[in-house]
């Protein structure tokens, strides 16, 4: 399915834009048929490197997901699924955030509908603060304020850069890797690296090659090690 997405404000609009184009509901299974639409569109943008960084953090968590819709037997840890859930609460909240920006909307749209008294016309507005307001009240009324808007922000992206790793790149290197050998055994291709991410990663980019018909996989059991080879094409 080929999805057209023009404008976008941000990591969460583009997720939910793709959601309801297939209108789906926010939940894991439907985070993970996006994921593939979400990085494309990512990759044809350009970002300043603070935009990108949001987007990244997004990204890292849309392939956690998929891997864990693709690989059941992946165990995922504690900070993990708090990620997962984290974002599914996010776009939850947006969707809700951006509906009721609908609704102000088409009040404003209609306002000439609406009809008020002219009770304060003419008159300049003004700012009656309570007596007891002082510099100590507002400074302890904006840091309330901040930590109740801190849940709807995305995290820090301090760690989860380094976790972002090109699935385009990893698909160069596993073609160059096929081309000098017979057959190539999936748990090689970390050259030795045990982390989760590159497990995720390669998987993707093996799934991807296999999809396009460039390689042939085979596996002797259940759960056994996947051998990769390369698909002679006619």
């Known amino acids: 399915m080929k999805i057209k997405i023009e404008k976008f404000e941000g990591p969460l609009d583009l997720l939910l834009e793709l959601i309801e ?16 639409q979400y990085l494309e569109i ?14 990244l953090v997004v990204a890292s968590r849309l392939l956690l997901i998929k891997s864990k819709t693709l690989l059941p037997m992946l165990d995922l ?20 955030y951006k509906n009721q920006a609908k609704i ?10 609406i009809f008020t008294r002219e009770l304060w016309q003419g008159r300049e507005p ?17 840091k ?3 930590l109740s808007l801190e849940k709807f922000l995305l995290p820090k992206v301090s760690g989860y850069l380094e976790r972002v790793v090109s699935v385009e790149e990893r698909i160069k290197e596993i073609i160059l890797k096929i081309e000098s050998r017979a057959v190539l055994s999936f748990n090689t291709l ?23 018909k460039n390689i042939m996989l085979s596996q002797a059991k259940d759960f056994g090690e996947i051998k990769i080879m390369k698909l002679h094409q006619p």
Do not use: H
């Not at 184009?21 to 593939?36: F, H, M, R, S």
């Not at 990759?43 to 949001?54: G, I, R």
């Not at 900070?79 to 809700?96: F, H, P, S, T």
């Not at 003004?126 to 904006?142: H, M, N, Q, T, W």
């Open 42 to 55: 990512i990759s044809q943008q350009e970002f300043s490197p603070n935009e990108l960084a949001d987007f």
């Open 126 to 142: 003004v700012f009656s603060p309570p007596k007891r307001l002082d510099l100590e009240s507002l400074v302890e009324a904006f």
């Open 190 to 212: 970390a050259g030795g690296s045990m982390k989760k991410i590159d497990v995720i990663i390669n998987f993707l980019a093996v799934l991807f090659l296999f999809r396009e």
């Open 144 to 146: 309330k304020l901040s």
């Open 77 to 96: 840890t504690e900070e993990e699924e708090a990620e997962i859930k984290d974002l599914e609460n996010a776009m939850q909240e947006y969707r809700r």
């Open 104 to 113: 102000v909307k088409e009040i404003l749209a209609n306002k000439s509908r």
């Open 21 to 36: 184009q297939q209108k789906l509901d926010i939940c894991e299974v439907a985070l993970a048929e996006v994921t593939d």
